[in-house]
Nanobody, 128 residues
Framework: QVQLRESGGGLAQAGGSLKLTCAAS????????MAWFRQAPGKEREFVAA????????RYADSVEDRFTISRDNAKNTVDLQMNDLKPEDTAIYYC?????????????????????WGRGTQVTVSS
């Protein structure tokens, strides 16, 4: 079983930046697809970004394309989400997730049921 722990959330002003980190434990994530999702109050959890096991394939939600960057360090067992040009609508709890399929496309990468393990989330609040 994989345990995931997100960190790096906090308060930012519109136009600012934050970097989230997801640290995995109990099992290496080097052969898994990793993703970030977010959930705003009163809304469904939504896909943000996903990265295949070797970082060869990446996908972003349209709303964060060109502003957010997902990356991974398999040696450190971590996945990051660099968030730039933040907007108030980015305010949400951000979750890290694991899909044990190493390749994007093996299962719908933007669907929450495709992911077997989840962290508890980290709050990101963007003020206008």
């Amino acid at each position: 079983q994989v345990q995931l722990r997100e960190s790096g959330g906090g308060l930012a002003q519109a136009g600012g930046s934050l970097k989230l980190t997801c640290a995995a434990s109990r099992r290496a994530i080097s052969t898994y697809t990793m993703a970030w999702f977010r959930q705003a109050p009163g809304k469904e959890r939504e896909f943000v970004a996903a990265l295949s096991w070797n970082a060869g394939s990446v996908r972003y939600a349209d709303s964060v394309e060109d502003r957010f960057t997902i990356s991974r360090d398999n040696a450190k067992n971590t996945v990051d989400l660099q968030m730039n040009d933040l907007k108030p609508e980015d305010t949400a709890i951000y979750y890290c997730a694991v899909d044990t399929d190493p390749y994007l496309g093996g299962s719908p990468y933007s669907d929450t049921p495709s992911y077997e393990y989840w962290g508890r989330g980290t709050q990101v609040t963007v003020s206008s």
